[in-house]
């Protein structure tokens, strides 16, 4: 039984999955937006969101734990609390909106855009 199974597999492994997300939140701090399936996007908005709240107090340990988080990728995580977080300092949450689209035309997956507010 799946009780209290929350998350999402996507066909990969734990480590697949990890760099995936990481991956995903990498795009998505550089660009400001980015286009995927709709799976991901829900899956990704937690994730990212826990790295904002952690990156609006800048602390050393915060940032070796983004650092780490976002594969030792320093010019990203300098964006994240030196741009990105400085935005949401009186906001306690809802950094990321998840806009719908139409299905993808390959295979009709649900697609989605993953934007900050």
């Given at each position: 039984?799946?009780?209290?199974n929350?998350?999402?597999?996507?066909?990969?492994?734990?480590?697949?999955?990890?760099?995936?997300?990481?991956?995903?939140?990498l795009?998505l701090?550089?660009?400001?937006?980015?286009?995927t399936?709709?799976?991901?996007?829900?899956?990704?908005?937690?994730?990212?969101?826990?790295?904002?709240?952690?990156?609006?107090?800048?602390?050393?340990?915060?940032?070796?734990?983004?650092?780490?988080?976002?594969s030792?990728?320093?010019?990203?995580?300098?964006?994240?609390?030196?741009?990105?977080?400085?935005?949401?300092?009186?906001?306690?949450?809802?950094?990321?909106?998840?806009?719908?689209?139409?299905?993808?035309?390959?295979?009709?997956?649900?697609?989605?855009?993953?934007?900050?507010?």
């Amino acid at each position: 039984m799946r009780h209290h199974n929350n998350k999402r597999k996507f066909g990969r492994d734990n480590g697949q999955r990890k760099m995936l997300l990481s991956s995903l939140a990498l795009n998505l701090i550089v660009r400001g937006k980015i286009k995927t399936t709709e799976a991901k996007a829900k899956e990704l908005r937690p994730y990212i969101e826990k790295m904002v709240t952690r990156a609006k107090s800048d602390t050393v340990a915060n940032r070796r734990v983004l650092v780490a988080r976002l594969s030792n990728r320093k010019r990203e995580t300098k964006k994240l609390f030196e741009v990105i977080a400085p935005k949401y300092v009186d906001q306690a949450g809802g950094y990321t909106r998840i806009l719908k689209m139409g299905p993808r035309k390959s295979d009709s997956a649900k697609m989605a855009i993953i934007e900050f507010v």
